[in-house]
């Protein structure tokens, strides 16, 4: 089992800056790569982006590419999401999530409000 604790979400005006950060614990030598995802009000859960653990390569949606940033700092089993240039649009729920390599992210975070106010 991998445990997930997303913090750092809140209120930010248009333009502003967050960084989220996503604690794990337990089995966490399983997790191969670590995914962001956001699911905004009143729409299905989106994929923001991932890192993987190993080479700590990162790949971003489109929509998020070159505005967010995924690192990583595996000895303290913390994956982080800085996101610059924030848009109204970005506002939504922001859930990070392990991916085990044994059936797709099998772990997920409760979860953390990111606002963007226009």
């Known amino acids: 089992q991998v445990q997930l604790v997303e913090s750092g979400g809140g209120l930010v005006q248009a333009g502003g800056s967050l960084r989220l950060t996503c604690a794990a614990s337990?089995?966490?030598?399983?997790?191969?790569?670590m995914g962001w995802f956001r699911q905004p009000p009143g729409k299905e859960r989106e994929f923001v982006g991932r890192?993987?653990?190993?080479?700590?390569?990162?790949y971003y949606a489109d929509s998020v590419k070159d505005r967010f940033t995924i690192s990583s700092d595996n000895a303290k089993n913390t994956v982080y999401l800085q996101m610059n240039s924030l848009k109204p649009e970005d506002t939504a729920v922001y859930y990070c999530?392990?991916?085990?390599?044994?059936?797709?992210?099998?772990?997920w975070g409760q979860g953390t409000q990111v606002t963007v106010s226009s």
């Open positions: 999530a392990a991916n085990t390599g044994s059936g797709g992210y099998a772990f």
């Open positions: 890192i993987r653990r190993d080479d700590g390569s990162t």
């Open positions: 337990g089995r966490t030598f399983r997790s191969i790569t």
